[in-house]
């Protein structure tokens, strides 16, 4: 599933809003889950499930831990061959 950086953005946000109620708007790159959004890790779980689902990728749970910022998922998710 080719998605350019900012397809991956906005489904990334559409999924923070609906799994932790932070506006998709407030999700840039530059913000931390736990810091600047205020997500637990009960809520990064969710989000991880709902992310392998939306952009077809595993994301182990060893993998989660290393994912601190919304770039850091973004750039997992081109690892992972999600972008064009």
Same mark, same amino acid.
């Given at each position: 599933m080719a998605m350019t950086d900012q397809e991956m953005l906005k489904g990334l946000g559409e999924?923070? @809003?609906? *799994? /932790?109620? *932070?506006? /998709?708007d407030q999700v840039t790159p530059d913000k931390s889950f736990v810091d600047d959004l205020d997500i637990d890790s009960l809520s990064m779980v969710e989000i991880a499930v709902a992310a392998q689902d939306k952009f077809g990728v595993e994301i182990p @749970? @060893?993998? $989660? &831990?290393? $994912? &601190?910022? *919304?770039? @850091? *998922?973004l750039d997992y998710l081109r690892g992972a061959g999600v972008s064009a």
């Open positions: 999924i923070v @809003d609906e *799994v /932790a109620g *932070v506006p /998709a @749970d @060893d993998q $989660l &831990k290393n $994912l &601190k910022t *919304v770039q @850091d *998922v």
